[in-house]
């Protein structure tokens, strides 16, 4: 089945950087749109980033100027460089990736990103 590994969480003071990474196997096919959502407990899940398999990349407002989202398309992994982390950006971090052919999202398990002000 098709599974998305997230990795690179954890713990980090303000003003820090964390990287995460998102590796998708098993028969996903052509990958369309591949991104990362947070979501805090009680709350939305909310986009972070994505990135288009042509590479155009959006950002919400909270990550603009701070993060940064790459691909890899030959490796089906996406990164996101998050940098001057805030406490606010502590949360449960979920990449996604869309399937081409069928247009079904996939996600990951979520990574935890903790930043202690």
């Known amino acids: 089945q098709v599974q998305l590994v997230e990795s690179g969480g954890g713990l980090v003071q303000a003003g820090g950087s964390l990287r995460l990474s998102c590796v998708v196997s098993?028969?996903?096919?052509?990958?369309?749109?591949m991104g990362w959502y947070r979501q805090d407990p009680g709350t939305q899940r909310e986009l972070v980033a994505g990135i288009a398999s042509g590479g155009n990349t959006r950002y919400s407002d909270s990550a603009k100027g701070r993060f940064t989202i790459s691909r890899d398309n030959a490796r089906s992994t996406i990164v996101l460089q998050m940098n001057a982390l805030k406490s606010e950006d502590t949360a449960v971090y979920f990449c996604?990736?869309?399937?081409?052919?069928?247009?079904?999202?996939?996600w990951g398990q979520g990574t935890q990103v903790t930043v202690s002000s």
């Open positions: 996604y990736a869309d399937s081409m052919a069928t247009g079904k999202r996939y």
């Open positions: 098993g028969p996903i096919g052509t990958i369309a749109a």
